[in-house]
Structure formats: structure tokens, C-alpha cells
């Protein structure tokens, strides 16, 4: 089976650290993406970790551990354009867009 | 650049009708790929196209189907609607070994 976990929401203050948490279970896999979604809008691509480690990408950051099925997204300096939904997902085959994603987390930024 | 854009951006049916939504990919692009929204849920897989045929398929009944044409652009066509089919429709297109999907901004729809 297919399984992804993330949690539904979460609270955190302008400036601030914040790291959304993802679990998972799947038939294979071929990388894992973590995408943000405004309101109302398309889902658009922010990191992607296939092996192990923590990838940077400017406030953004993601780690991934295979062997533990876990990986998570830290956004530093919280802006309060970060309020989004966060969705995580795996995509278990090479040849393919079967991506098989998260419910999602939303995230509220307060001032 | 034009990125991937669907059409239309929103659509009420009814009941039992039929619905074709469209997508043009990302210019380089070769893979077509659908996803089903709920409101509150991530996307879930509908079908993927690459070179004119459906390659993989998700948990969605054969009222969902679709074509890719040479160009790579793509339809959803959905039958017999249900109330249940309402959801937001996103489109996402990538190279067939590429790395992440990107997506159009998709199309609402309400069947009522």
C-alpha cells in the first residue's frame, strides 16, 4: 500500500523556524518532493531529495532518511507569504508522475 | 515560457453530463499527467500519459479517461458525473525520467 503522513496543521510567528514533519510508506521509491499550495491555487515545487541528506535551497531546506521513511521541510524566516498548505510526496516509480502525495499541511504565519 | 495552463478555470455541470477538461504542458515537456483535489486533501493520481498513450493509471473508475496528442497537450473527459466529482482538476507535466512535476493552475469543478 501507499501511505503518507503529515501533520494537518501547524502555527508559527514571522521570523521564526518552523519544520513540517513527513512519514511514509510506499511500494517504491524514486524520490521524495515537497510542494507549497496557496489557496485556491496550483501546487508549486520547492525541493527534492532522493538520497539522503539535507538540501538547501535558500529559507527553504529539506532532509530525507530512506532507511526511516521520514523527511521533513524547514522554512526559516517565516514571511507571512509562507501561509500555505505544504504537501509532501513520493513518486515510487522512475518512469512516472504517479506521484502519491500527503494530505497536506497547512500552515498559518502570525505577525 | 509559457508554463503548463489548463482550461478551463472553472465549470458547473450537472448531474450525468459529461465534462472535457484541456492541457497544454510545459514547453519541453513530454509527460501529461491528471490529479484529482478534494478540498482539504494533497492530489490524488489520476492517469499519466507519454507518447500518446496511458501509461499508468490510478484508482479512479473508467469513467475517467483521457488522450495526449502529438503535440502533448491533453484532455480529462469524465462521464456520467457525479456529485462526488467535484473536486479541483490539476494537470502537471515533466520529462518522462525527469525530476519534479509542475502544475497548472487547474480547473474547478462543480457538479450539482
Known amino acids: 500500500g501507499q501511505n503518507i503522513d503529515q501533520p494537518t496543521e501547524m502555527t508559527a510567528t514571522e521570523g521564526a523556524i518552523v519544520q513540517i514533519n513527513c512519514t511514509y510508506q510506499t511500494s517504491g521509491f524514486n524520490g521524495l518532493f515537497w510542494y507549497q499550495q496557496h489557496a485556491g491555487e496550483a501546487p508549486t515545487f520547492l525541493s527534492y531529495?532522493?538520497?539522503?541528506g539535507l538540501e538547501e535551497k535558500g529559507r527553504f531546506s529539506s532532509f530525507l532518511s530512506r532507511s526511516k521513511g521520514y523527511s521533513y521541510l524547514l522554512l526559516k524566516e517565516l514571511q507571512m507569504k509562507d501561509s500555505a498548505s505544504y504537501l509532501c510526496a513520493v513518486r515510487p516509480r522512475r518512469d512516472g508522475q504517479n506521484f502519491v502525495f500527503g494530505p497536506g499541511t497547512r500552515l498559518s504565519v502570525l505577525p | 515560457d509559457a508554463g503548463v495552463t489548463q482550461s478551463p478555470t472553472h465549470l458547473i455541470k450537472t448531474r450525468g453530463q459529461q465534462v472535457t477538461l484541456r492541457c497544454s504542458p510545459k514547453s519541453g515537456h513530454d509527460t501529461v499527467s491528471w490529479y484529482q483535489q478534494a478540498l482539504g486533501q494533497g492530489p490524488q493520481f489520476i492517469f499519466q500519459?507519454?507518447?500518446?498513450?496511458?501509461?499508468q493509471r490510478g484508482n479512479f473508475p473508467d469513467r475517467f479517461s483521457g488522450h495526449q496528442f502529438p503535440n502533448y497537450s491533453s484532455e480529462l473527459n469524465v462521464n456520467a458525473l457525479l456529485l462526488g466529482d467535484s473536486a479541483l482538476y490539476l494537470c502537471a507535466s515533466s520529462l518522462k525520467y525527469g525530476g519534479a512535476a509542475f502544475f497548472g493552475q487547474g480547473t474547478r469543478l462543480t457538479v450539482v
Open positions: 531529495n532522493v538520497l539522503d
Open positions: 500519459y507519454y507518447e500518446e498513450e496511458e501509461r
